[in-house]
């Protein structure tokens, strides 16, 4: 059974607006306090929200290469077209010539996606009418046929940064879009959106989880939040065998001048836990790998101690291992080991749970100091 229908809409929302690194919410209230009748509905409530918002502050604009006609010269004059068109006589030039437009890509994909939603049978009228009343409003945007591949052709900067989480959203839509426009309605484009976002929800979270901390702990003498790279401590005994090593590479590492976590976020509908020889455990390969990453970077931190080097952290020799499980409706769990020199914990996080319990437990999680042995 899928975990993603059994997220509340509200949270999946926050979820995206944190692993899309857009941390405005300016549509909290409206998510918050709406019955929404479903994920793709509420992607296109916060799509409106979003563009309205442009429109008030001014869509942006960039320079576009444009070519047409017109009775005097302006940019560079194209001969062979003008001649061919016979418009030189009458004083008349093709030219190309630098627009400062609004007609841009990122405009172009905004309007087109709310118009193809709003056309779509089964989509609620109200909201339907809304999405084409904001698409409207962009009146000196072209419509354009969306692919996905448009996508990447987009160029975000300072001047524009709030149409990266709007795109985010356009994308999301688009990917649970028939390429046949005239045989599907609404509610397939919800089913398709469902299975999509329960094959994405490990990397969602993945995101959700080093942003949000990011966020929160980034006032707090806490840095880094990235992945980071740890070279395995195994000298090869023969040639060609360091090649075959795989990268290692952690999920999320949190830095503070006392303390460094090294975790590995994982999502089960189980939370983690599964049935071996009639009992409870939890799942051994995951162990294994937050194993590795930490016994790893302490050898790796006492080669170049040794070798007079200075060491990335202060605390890559005891560096605390995480599992950060998500599930859905069920008991949330903490069980916290000792292997000398780190602390291991594995922790569960339910999504179902009410927005602001799962940010305290997420905090909960990382601000208690550690222990001593």
């Not at 502050?57 to 005097?72: F, I, K, N, V």
């Not at 709007?166 to 397939?188: A, G, K, M, P």
């Not at 460094?260 to 790998?289: C, M, V």
Request: glycine share 6%; charged share 25%.
């Amino acid at each position: 059974m899928s975990a993603a229908p059994e997220i509340p809409i509200a949270n999946v929302y926050h979820l995206l607006c944190y692993a899309s690194g857009y941390l405005g919410f300016e549509a909290d209230a409206e998510v918050e306090r709406d019955d929404h009748s479903g994920y793709t509905a509420l992607l296109l409530k916060v799509l409106n929200h979003g563009c309205t918002h442009l429109l008030k502050q001014g869509l942006h604009r960039d320079y576009r290469a444009e070519t047409e006609s017109m009775p005097a010269i302006r940019g560079k004059l194209e001969l062979s077209h003008s001649l061919a068109t016979g418009g030189l006589s009458r004083g008349i030039a093709v030219c190309t010539h630098d627009a400062f437009t609004a007609d841009v890509l990122a405009n172009q994909i905004l309007k087109s996606v709310l118009l193809r939603c709003a056309g779509m049978p089964g989509l609620d009228e109200k909201l339907a009418d809304a999405s084409r009343r904001v698409a409207l409003r962009m009146s000196e945007v072209s419509r354009i046929e969306v692919d996905i591949r448009l996508f990447n052709r987009v160029k975000l900067h300072r001047n524009n940064a709030y149409y990266g989480f709007l795109l985010f959203l356009c994308r999301l839509l688009v990917e649970s879009l028939s390429v046949r426009e005239l045989q599907e309605d609404w509610e397939t484009v919800e089913q398709r959106f469902h299975r999509s976002l329960s094959d994405k929800l490990p990397a969602l979270f993945e995101a959700f989880v080093r942003n949000f901390y990011r966020t929160h702990l980034g006032r707090e003498g806490w840095s880094r939040f990235d992945a980071q790279h740890i070279d395995w401590q195994w000298t090869p005994l023969n040639s060609g065998a360091s090649g075959l090593l795989p990268k290692m590479k952690t999920d999320v590492t949190l830095e503070h001048p006392d303390r460094k976590i090294i975790l590995d976020t994982k999502f089960y509908r189980s939370g983690g836990l599964s049935e071996h020889f009639e009992r409870l455990t939890f799942e051994s390969a995951n162990l294994y790998q937050l194993h590795a990453y930490v016994t790893q970077l302490s050898r790796q931190a006492e080669s170049r101690a040794s070798s007079g080097d200075r060491l990335a952290h202060p605390h890559d020799r005891d560096a605390e291992g995480m599992l950060l499980y998500a599930s859905t409706r069920e008991e949330e769990f903490l069980h916290a080991y000792w292997m000398a020199p780190h602390r291991m914990v594995v922790a569960s996080v339910d999504l179902a749970r009410p927005w602001r319990d799962i940010e305290a437990r997420l905090l909960d999680l990382i601000r208690p100091a550690a222990p001593a042995a």
